[in-house]
């Protein structure tokens, strides 16, 4: 748990971020974060970055995510995410996102690297690690980003904006040098870390886990790049973040400290009227017969006994959808999912055990089995979610690795489980892995789409008070147009 100056610092940033999303051009440099004073103490800064990160993964971002998986879909009788089901992304949708993880988290992290020194080594590892996680966060959603020139204050506040691999091998770079920082006689970090508690061994995991997942967003842009990588990773016996091992920010305890998401999502009497369960993942969950749907959804109306109920995605959007009652469909589950008290999860223990599975599939893991790590993952997700794992589950038809004949297709399985045990709590992360590798398979298209036919949203588009500001900034693409390492053939 925090101790109280951090609970403190947390509310008010999470109430700052709120306030960055509609602030005026002034307060738009992503060099710059307004709401805090370069010389407070890098202990205080962590705490802020860390919680101003979590609030845009943990929100506006968890909603994208799970939207555009298909996770989640827009209520019939509501419009607040309508449009994000038709992929109708705007320069206005996330702009209060871009300026919040750059002049809010980014810059708080920068402050700490450059403040924590010597004995002080470890504030700033975490602080590089957490920097590196964001830069990722940030190319995947809006592609090219500043780097090189980036939260460099007065000096230049109209940074230039660098290619995917250049902010990439950076980041890699970053996190091998936050590494290296690590001291185990140094200042313990403690209740400060909201992450870790201070346990460096677990940020080394975390480290190493986060670069196995951006060498593997590479496999099919710089092939070489990623296999070579993840082959001296497992050959140097470097060690991952464990089954059980969630990277997660829990610390929220009650509706006046709570989960981004739920602030938004709920009211006194339950969920706000937005948002319902796409039958993408319904209909797979009820093929498979799998017991997770129980955490993952509830059942229409709070029924015990009715039947899990998906829409269409998109449905809402389309002429003469039909308008039944928010409870007469299934919603995201008021508790585990969108509760006040449920996690932000920066990296699950299972999607450790996937990408791990992944690596192993290619041969690129000194030969460690695939199966194995795939069925840790399975077996991590109900573990998590506080769910037995039914006797035979692993060996069912649909899910048994095996029963896949070739290295796509047991790829499909793979990225499939990985999907399902990130819905409702990773949802941005498990959109960036079907853009990579268009799996799930089964997915297709909204079906109030306005992109081309086959076609889903691939990115996030530049804000217009950045466009308007620093003349530096790419052309912008529209959604359609996929981020640099998305290049995997339909």
Not at 396 to 402: G, P
């Amino acid at each position: 748990m925090m101790n109280n100056t951090s609970k403190i610092l947390l509310g008010s940033l999470l109430l700052g971020s709120l306030s960055l999303t509609s602030c005026g051009d002034d307060f738009l440099d992503v060099n710059n974060n307004p709401n805090l004073p370069t010389s407070v103490s890098p202990d205080l800064v962590l705490a802020s970055g860390t919680g101003t990160m979590a609030y845009v993964l943990g929100g506006q971002f968890q909603i994208a995510g799970n939207f555009l998986a298909q996770h989640w879909t827009q209520n019939l009788v509501s419009n607040q995410y309508k449009e994000l089901d038709r992929y109708n992304i705007l320069q206005t949708t996330y702009d209060g996102t871009f300026v919040t993880l750059f002049a809010g988290a980014q810059q708080d992290f920068q402050i700490v690297i450059n403040k924590a020194r010597g004995d002080s080594s470890n504030y700033a590892a975490i602080a590089g690690i957490e920097q590196a996680f964001t830069y990722q966060l940030l190319s995947d959603a809006y592609d090219r980003v500043p780097f090189t020139e980036a939260l460099r204050g007065s000096q230049n506040v109209q940074p230039l904006y660098d290619e995917g691999p250049v902010i990439y091998d950076g980041a890699i770079a970053l996190i091998n040098q936050s590494l290296a920082n690590i001291n185990a006689d140094g200042v313990s970090v403690g209740t400060q870390d909201i992450v870790f508690g201070g346990d460096m061994e677990k940020w080394r995991r975390f480290a190493n886990t986060l670069k196995l997942r951006m060498f593997l967003r590479q496999v099919y842009v710089r092939p070489q790049v990623a296999q070579d990588s993840i082959r001296a990773m497992f050959n140097r016996g470097a060690q991952f973040l464990g089954a059980t091992e969630d990277a997660q920010i829990a610390i929220f305890t009650s509706a006046k400290n709570a989960n981004p998401i739920s602030i938004t999502e709920l009211s006194g009497s339950g969920i706000t009227g937005n948002i319902i369960a796409s039958s993408t993942v319904i209909d797979y969950l009820n093929l498979t017969v799998d017991p997770r749907i129980n955490d993952l959804f509830d059942r229409p109306g709070n029924s015990t006994t009715a039947a899990f109920i998906g829409t269409p995605q998109g449905l809402a959007g389309t002429s003469g959808a039909p308008t039944p009652a928010i409870t007469a469909r299934s919603r995201p589950d008021i508790i585990k999912i969108i509760g006040p008290t449920a996690p932000v999860i920066l990296i699950s223990g299972a999607e450790s055990m996937f990408l791990q599975a992944e690596a192993a599939l290619y041969g690129w893991a000194g030969g460690t089995s695939a199966k194995s790590l795939y069925e840790q993952g399975i077996e991590s997700s109900f573990v998590r979610l506080g769910t037995a794992l039914p006797a035979g589950f692993l060996a069912s038809v649909d899910i048994n690795l095996d029963n896949a004949t070739d290295t796509a297709a047991k790829l499909d399985r793979i990225i499939t489980q990985k999907w399902v045990s990130m819905s409702g709590s990773q949802g941005f992360e498990a959109w960036a892995e079907l853009r990579r590798t268009n799996y799930p398979s089964f997915i297709r298209p909204s079906l109030s789409s306005t992109l081309a036919p086959g076609v889903i949203a691939n990115r996030l588009l530049y804000p217009a008070t950045e466009t308007a500001r620093n003349p530096n900034t790419p052309p912008v693409a529209l959604a359609q147009v996929p981020v640099w390492w998305d290049t995997k053939p339909l």
